[in-house]
């Protein structure tokens, strides 16, 4: 099975802050990673697929990248509406998919 | 708009069963593949598993952990995807999203409902 990884576990920053927060698979995931901002009580949401493309709707500060085994999350400019926790999820392991452990993102 | 709403989660004994429901509008149901996702209490998110559109033969894919329990199923006439979950444990205590695959890319989860939380504890 493929195993993620994210780090790190939880970070806090200022507003405006660059935020970045990288997902490592244990092989080869070519671009079949998606990131998701889930905020407390609430369900998941999906912010970046296929490992660069933002989802339609999604403010473009959030961004993507990276291929085969490691990936990078980007907040541009932290906002006060993005404390959240972030999660990888790979999808290459068809039909099986699995998601990174998350990252707890707070205002500092 | 797209909406997803479970139901049919509670407190269960373990070794009992329980199926849940997500009811599904504001898209053509029966073109898409849909999928379960779990989130133990303070945990992270794992994937259940999916069921394929009926264009793609309508058939499904789990994780281990719930492979040979769990069986999801769909009514496309109703626009409902159910997950059966038979000889539940302790341990499949959780909040469970049912999820929309994106058009085909079956594991990428554009739309999730709310969730619905079953506990499993005698």
């Known amino acids: 099975d493929i195993q993620m990884t994210q780090s790190p576990s939880s970070l806090s920053a200022s507003v405006g802050d660059r935020v970045t927060i990288t997902c490592q698979a244990s092989q080869d995931i070519s671009n079949y990673l998606n990131w998701y901002q889930q905020k407390p009580g609430k369900a998941p949401k999906l912010l970046i697929y296929?490992?660069?493309n933002l989802e339609t709707g999604v403010p473009s500060r959030f961004s993507g990248s990276g291929s085969g085994t490691d990936f990078t999350f980007t907040i541009s400019s932290l906002q006060p509406e993005d404390i959240a926790t972030y999660y990888c999820?790979?999808?290459?392991?068809?039909?099986?998919?699995?998601f990174g452990p998350g990252t707890k993102v707070d205002i500092k | 708009e797209v909406q997803l709403v479970e139901s049919g989660g509670g407190l269960v004994q373990p070794g009992r069963s329980l199926r849940l429901s997500c009811t599904a509008s504001?898209?053509?149901?029966?073109?898409?593949?849909m999928s379960w996702v779990r989130q133990a209490p303070g945990k992270g998110l794992e994937w259940v598993g999916f069921?394929?559109?009926?264009?793609?033969?309508?058939?499904?894919e789990y994780a281990a952990s719930v492979k040979g329990r769990f069986t999801i199923s769909r009514d496309d006439s109703k626009s409902i995807a159910y997950l059966q979950m038979n000889s539940l444990k302790t341990e499949d205590t959780a909040v469970y999203y049912c999820?929309?695959?994106?058009?085909?890319?079956?594991?990428?989860?554009?739309?999730w409902g709310q969730g619905t939380l079953v506990t499993v504890s005698s």
């Open positions: 296929d490992a660069s």
């Open positions: 069921i394929r559109s009926k264009a793609y033969g309508g058939t499904t």
């Open positions: 999820q790979q999808y290459d392991n068809l039909p099986l998919s699995t």
């Open positions: 504001g898209f053509t149901f029966g073109d898409y593949a």
């Open positions: 999820t929309r695959g994106a058009k085909e890319q079956w594991l990428v989860f554009d739309y």
